[in-house]
């Protein structure tokens, strides 16, 4: 059964830093593309980044470039998003979604997705 488990989300003050983890089961991530959305109060779902099969290609919405960074163990099958300098407006429940090969800014396109993580930035 395919799955995938976000953690790493928590309390953290303005300025701090967390490591998102999105652990997958069921399947391997060698040939898939990993997405990862996030949902704050009141709010719709947005795109914050993206990484490819190959991990060759990253996408970052431009409100957290510079500040988060995506990667990918494929031996682990896990893909992280790193962030920092996390500001007030990046609270929110955060999600990653699977789908083959190439990463889509559209969620419709996205096979499967976790449960989220909750994100506070917080003083």
């Known amino acids: 059964q395919l799955q995938l488990v976000e953690s790493g989300g928590g309390l953290v003050q303005p300025g701090g830093s967390l490591r998102l983890s999105c652990a997958a089961s069921?399947?391997?991530?060698?040939?898939?593309?990993i997405g990862w959305f996030r949902q704050a109060p009141g709010k719709e779902r947005e795109g914050v980044s993206c990484i490819n099969n190959l991990g060759g290609s990253t996408d970052y919405a431009e409100s957290v470039k510079g500040r988060f960074t995506v990667s990918r163990d494929n031996a682990k099958n896990t893909v992280y998003l790193q962030m920092n300098s996390l500001k007030p407006e990046d609270t929110a429940v955060y999600f990653c979604a699977v789908r083959y090969r190439y990463c889509s800014s559209l969620e419709d396109e996205y096979d499967s997705w976790g449960q989220g993580t909750q994100v506070t930035v917080s003083s």
């Open positions: 069921g399947f391997t991530l060698d040939n898939s593309a």
